[in-house]
C-alpha cells in the first residue's frame, strides 16, 4: 500500500505562513496546501504584524544564528526578481550605547562578508548624510554602526506578492477565523474549525498565527479538555505603536528620500531600541517605532489570564491612547531634535506580535499534539526573514532542522528572564489608555 500524502492546513498569512506555503509548493508542486487567514491577502488593511508599509531589512544582529540567517534572507531580497522589487537599500545608522556596533562587525567578519559596514566615532557620524541626524540624542551613546548593505521593503506589498505567486503555485487561500484546533480521539490534531462552524482538515496543522497564538491555544485546550496545548509563559502577545508623518514640502522631502534606516539602541534598563524609517517613495510617509512595548493582559476564559491582541475583529489597532502617540513624538525627537516640535503626525497604528523571552522564535512540534506544528514568535524581528522562514519550517516538518536551530526554536526548552530583553513587553495596555471622565 502507498503511504498517503501529507496535506498541509496553515493558519495564519503573516511572513511566517507565506513563506511556509511558498517554500512547500516550490517543493512539492502536487502538495495539497490550504493558508487560512481571517483577512484576505488582498484586504485595505490587516491586522498582521508583517501587514505594514515598511520593515527593516538588515543583517546587524550580534546573535550569530540570526546575523547568519538575516544575511541569507537579505541576499534574495536583493538578488530574486520575486523579491528584489521590494528592496531598498538605504544603510542603517545605528546609535550604539553598548558594544552592540563591534559585536555584528564580528560576527560580518566571521562570516567573511565584504559589506561596507563600520563602527564610527560620534562626533564623524554626526556629520553624515548631510548632518541629518546631528540633531539626534547622543547621550551614553558610544559609536554609530553603519551598515550600508542594509535596508528597507514595502512589507505589505511584498507579502501580497508573494502570496499571489504561492496562489499561482497552487495555493488555497481560504478567509475565515479560526476558532479552534480540531483533534481525532487519539488526540492528533486533525484540522481547525471555523467561527461559522466549517471544518478544515489535514494531516498536519502549522501555527502561523503570531500574537494570537496564546488565545487560540487556550480555546484549543478548554474545547478538547487536551489541557497541555496551552503556551503557558513561552508567547507573550505585545503591542507597539507605529506613527507616520507625511513630508509634504517637496524640497524636505528631498532631505530624507534617501537617508538611511535609523535606529536609537538602548540598555535593557532603559527600554526598547527606537526606529525612524524614510519616507514612502509612493505617499512620502515617514514612520517611526515607538520604545513603549505593552502587554494587554485579560481572563480568556474562567480563571485564564494571558496578554491577547484586543478582542475586536481589527484588534483595536487604530486606536491609539494619547499616552502612545506621545510615545511617537519623543521617538521622532531623538532622532531629529526640536525641528520636530511642528511636525504634524498623521497616522498612528498598534501593531501586534508573539514574542519569546530570548527574543528566538518558535519553528517547532508542539510537544501535546501529533500532527500539530507552530511557528511563529517573530518577536518584534521576524519580517526580514520573509524568504527563508519557510524553509526551515520545512525542515523543521521533516525532521531535517539541525540540531543548533531546533533546540534555539523548540516549543519546549529553558528560557532566559525577560529583563535581559529590552524588547520585552513590560507595560499593561490598560495603564496606557486615555483616561475617561465620569460624572
Ligand atoms: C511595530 C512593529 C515593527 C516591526 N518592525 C520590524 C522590522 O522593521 N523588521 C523586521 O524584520 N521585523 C519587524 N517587526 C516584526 C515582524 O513584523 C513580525 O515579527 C512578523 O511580521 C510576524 O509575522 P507572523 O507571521 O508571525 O505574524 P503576523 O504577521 O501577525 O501574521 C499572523 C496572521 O495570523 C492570522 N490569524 C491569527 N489568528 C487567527 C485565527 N484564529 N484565524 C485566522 N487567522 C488568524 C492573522 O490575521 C495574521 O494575518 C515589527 C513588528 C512590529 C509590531
Redesign the pocket.
Known amino acids: 500500500m502507498t503511504p498517503t500524502k501529507p496535506s498541509y492546513l496553515i493558519?495564519?498569512?503573516?511572513?511566517?505562513?507565506?513563506s511556509t506555503a511558498y517554500h512547500l509548493l516550490k517543493k512539492y508542486p502536487d502538495a495539497s496546501v490550504t493558508l487560512?487567514?481571517?483577512?484576505a491577502f488582498d484586504a485595505e488593511t490587516?491586522?498582521?504584524?508583517?501587514?505594514?508599509w515598511?520593515?527593516?531589512?538588515?543583517a546587524d544582529y550580534d546573535d550569530f544564528v540570526y546575523c547568519q540567517l538575516a544575511l541569507e534572507a537579505q541576499d534574495i531580497f536583493e538578488t530574486d526578481p520575486l523579491w528584489k522589487p521590494y528592496f531598498t537599500k538605504t544603510g542603517v545608522y545605528w546609535m550604539c550605547r553598548s558594544d552592540y556596533a563591534q559585536d555584528v562587525i564580528k560576527n560580518h567578519q566571521k562570516l567573511g562578508r565584504g559589506d561596507d559596514i563600520s563602527a564610527v566615532p560620534v562626533a564623524e557620524a554626526r556629520k553624515l548624510y548631510g548632518g541629518l541626524f546631528d540633531n539626534a540624542d547622543y547621550s551614553d551613546v558610544k559609536e554609530v554602526l553603519i551598515n550600508k548593505s542594509s535596508g528597507?521593503a514595502a512589507?505589505g506589498d511584498a507579502l501580497r506578492a508573494v502570496t499571489r505567486e504561492a496562489i499561482k503555485l497552487g495555493l488555497k487561500y481560504v478567509t475565515?477565523?479560526?476558532?479552534t484546533l480540531q483533534f481525532d480521539n487519539s488526540g492528533n490534531c486533525r484540522g481547525v474549525k471555523?467561527t461559522s462552524g466549517d471544518i478544515l482538515t489535514a494531516s498536519k496543522v502549522i501555527l502561523?498565527?503570531?500574537?494570537?497564538?496564546s488565545?487560540?491555544l487556550e480555546f484549543s485546550a478548554a474545547s478538547s479538555g487536551l489541557k497541555d496545548l496551552v503556551a503557558g509563559d513561552r508567547i507573550v502577545a505585545?503591542?507597539?505603536?507605529?506613527g507616520m508623518r507625511k513630508v509634504e514640502d517637496p524640497e524636505e522631502y528631498k532631505k530624507f528620500a534617501a537617508m538611511p534606516v535609523g535606529f536609537q539602541g538602548y540598555s535593557a534598563e532603559v527600554g526598547g531600541f527606537i526606529?525612524s524609517?524614510p519616507p514612502t517613495p509612493d505617499t512620502h510617509e515617514m514612520k517611526w517605532?515607538g520604545q513603549t512595548i505593552f502587554k494587554n493582559t485579560r481572563e480568556v476564559l474562567p480563571g485564564r489570564f494571558i496578554s491577547m491582541p484586543p478582542s475586536e475583529p481589527d484588534y483595536s489597532q487604530w486606536k491609539v491612547s494619547k499616552a502612545l502617540k506621545q510615545d511617537i513624538r519623543n521617538a521622532t525627537k531623538v532622532f531629529y531634535g526640536k525641528e520636530t516640535d511642528s511636525w504634524k503626525l498623521d497616522k498612528h497604528r498598534i501593531?501586534?506580535?508573539?514574542f519569546t523571552t530570548s527574543g528566538d522564535f518558535i519553528i517547532s512540534p508542539h510537544s501535546a499534539a501529533k500532527g500539530l506544528y507552530v511557528a511563529?514568535?517573530?518577536?518584534?524581528?521576524?519580517?526580514?526573514?520573509f524568504p527563508v522562514l519557510g524553509k526551515y519550517i520545512l525542515q523543521m516538518l521533516e525532521g531535517d532542522l539541525s540540531p543548533e536551530l531546533t533546540e534555539k526554536w523548540a516549543w519546549d526548552r529553558v528560557r532566559p528572564d525577560s529583563m535581559l530583553n529590552p524588547e520585552f513587553p513590560r507595560a499593561e495596555m490598560k495603564d496606557l489608555l486615555d483616561t475617561v471622565a465620569r460624572l
Open positions: 493558519v495564519g498569512a503573516g511572513v511566517f505562513g507565506v487560512v487567514d481571517r483577512d490587516r491586522v498582521a504584524a508583517s501587514w505594514d515598511n520593515k527593516v531589512v538588515r528597507w512589507a475565515a477565523q479560526v476558532a471555523t502561523c498565527t503570531g500574537a494570537y497564538t488565545k487560540l505585545g503591542g507597539i505603536t507605529t526606529g524609517l517605532w501593531c501586534w506580535d508573539a511563529t514568535c517573530g518577536s518584534f524581528h521576524g519580517y526580514k526573514f
